[in-house]
């Protein structure tokens, strides 16, 4: 199911949050736009969008906006006419480095993405849009969070049960009554039972995956990067408090701004 939401705050920016907006990633941007709440929004009016899931093709790439999905999005940027724009993104860890790589301007034709932290990533928009559909002073910002793959969670915990039930050789032979007992010995009980047990939570879920990510640290980044923007009153007061927490990143993102936009973009 597609998600829909309107803040309406009165006079101020007028504010375009998307989500959803290729391949799976919807799956994983939802929970960060509907966790918001009235106050988390600044005066003006703000229009959330979170699509299901379509094809996987990227922004950068012309065939984009010429499927369904794409010129959606064209009409709902030219519909809504906002002063603030930002594409909620996830990407594969895996991809990480390739992401953030001086090389990805030979390869793809666009600059890096810039790391604020945890693996949390932002860039301008796609170039393709960025010039026709905005204005020179439109914060438009792409942000990126490694995805989460429920499935692969819950299939995660899946064969760590049946590691248990191997372990543990349980069978219905010798369950004991009071301990598990046949009533509950659904997949689910013991999926429950043994999250608590082996502590698997959102902290450490994901851990292990050689890129040093924290999953919580990275929710807790993305969430309050997209909370900045959804309070913020207009693009200086945006620019004070990124310059302020991410000074390094804000000069790179100047600099690739120039590269791509030419030399009077507005940074950042
Ligand atoms: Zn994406």
């Not at 349980?170 to 009554?177: C, L, M, S």
Request: contains cysteine.
């Amino acid at each position: 199911m597609s998600y829909y939401r309107f803040i309406d705050k009165g006079e101020g920016p007028t504010k375009l949050f998307v989500g959803g907006i290729h391949g799976h990633e919807g799956e994983t941007t939802i929970d960060f736009l509907k966790s918001m709440s009235y106050s988390d929004f600044s005066n003006g009016k703000t229009f959330i969008y979170n699509f299901d899931y379509t094809e996987y093709i990227s922004t950068i790439k012309k065939e984009y906006y010429e499927t369904k999905i794409g010129k959606t999005i064209i009409n709902l940027i030219k519909k809504h006419k906002p002063d603030f724009y930002i594409e909620l993104h996830c990407y594969n860890i895996k991809n990480y480095e390739n992401l953030i790589s001086p090389n990805r301007r030979e390869s793809q034709g666009v600059p890096p993405l810039i790391d604020l932290e945890n693996h949390v990533l932002i860039s301008s928009v796609s170039p393709l849009i960025r010039k026709k559909y905005f204005k020179m002073e439109t914060v438009c910002k792409t942000l990126e969070i490694p995805c989460i793959n429920k499935k692969l969670y819950w299939n995660d915990l899946n064969s760590i049960t049946k590691d248990i039930i191997t372990k543990y050789n349980i069978t219905k032979g010798n369950i004991t009554k009071g301990n598990i007992t046949e009533d509950n010995i659904t997949e689910g009980n013991i999926i429950k039972n043994n999250v608590v047990k082996y502590n698997i939570n959102m902290d450490n879920a994901n851990e292990d995956n050689g890129n040093n990510y924290h999953l919580k640290s990275s929710f807790n980044t993305y969430l309050n990067i997209i909370k900045i923007l959804s309070k913020v009153k207009n693009r200086d007061e945006f620019q004070r408090i990124m310059i302020k927490k991410y000074p390094k990143q804000v000069e790179l993102a100047v600099k690739y701004a120039k590269e791509i936009f030419g030399e009077k973009f507005p940074p950042f």
